[in-house]
T-cell receptor, first 111, second 110 residues
């Protein structure tokens, strides 16, 4: 399978701070990237997708993609305790038919 | 609400005893997936279907089989479960690059 690498964490940030999550990928042919949030014992939930170089913002979340450097990042502004979860980066090829996930970064937001 | 449904949510089976996990969807999506996820690991793609076209990942063990009798239903068969097959099994669908996951089935092998 394709390689998607993430720091497993845990990443601890205080409530209200910016959490920065990073991901690198090995296949230069990867076209699309996704961030999923997974609470303990639950299934992954899509929170952001990004297809082009640059930034994409959605509420408190900003995804950043740099294809030349093969990294993707997720910024969470004004972090809340409810943001505490594992965040998986995923890449997609084959016309959206196959998704490969990183092992995830565990985020702890401390009140 | 339209969704991806997995049954059962928890399944206990004995070592070597065949087990079937079920998934259904009301989203009418063409693509369906089965993933295996072990604790603190990435969801690992086992198979996916584009309509009835079956696609097996190269490293999916032969012990795992799948069936998709129609658009709505997909099954994962584990022919002879081993202790190493204990995991969460996730079913998902996708449309235009967005995946929708079911709640998962937690499989325990005793």
């Amino acid at each position: 399978q394709k390689e998607v690498e993430q720091n497993s964490g845990p990443l601890s940030v205080p409530e209200g701070a910016i959490a920065s999550l990073n991901c690198t990928y090995s296949d230069r042919g990867s076209q699309s990237f996704f961030w999923y949030r997974q609470y303990s014992g639950k299934s992954p939930e899509l929170i952001m997708s990004i297809y082009s170089n640059g930034d994409k913002e959605d509420g408190r979340f900003t995804a950043q993609l740099n294809k030349a450097s093969q990294y993707v990042s997720l910024l969470i502004r004004d972090s809340q305790p409810s943001d505490s979860a594992t965040y998986h980066c995923a890449e997609n090829q084959d016309n959206f038919n196959k998704f490969y996930f990183g092992s995830g970064t565990k985020l702890n937001v401390k009140p | 609400d339209a969704m991806v449904i997995q049954n059962p949510r928890y399944q206990v089976t004995q070592f070597g005893k065949p087990v079937t996990l079920s998934c259904s969807q009301t989203l009418n999506h063409n693509v369906m997936y089965w993933y295996q996820q072990k604790s603190s690991q990435a969801p690992k793609l086992l198979f996916h279907y584009y309509d009835k076209d079956f696609n097996n990942e190269a490293d999916t063990p032969d012990n795992f089989q799948s069936r998709r009798p129609n658009t709505s239903f997909c099954f994962l068969d584990i022919r002879s479960p081993g202790l190493g097959d204990a995991a969460m099994y996730l079913c998902a669908t996708s449309w235009a690059g967005e995946q929708y996951f079911g709640p998962g089935t937690r499989l325990t092998v005793t």
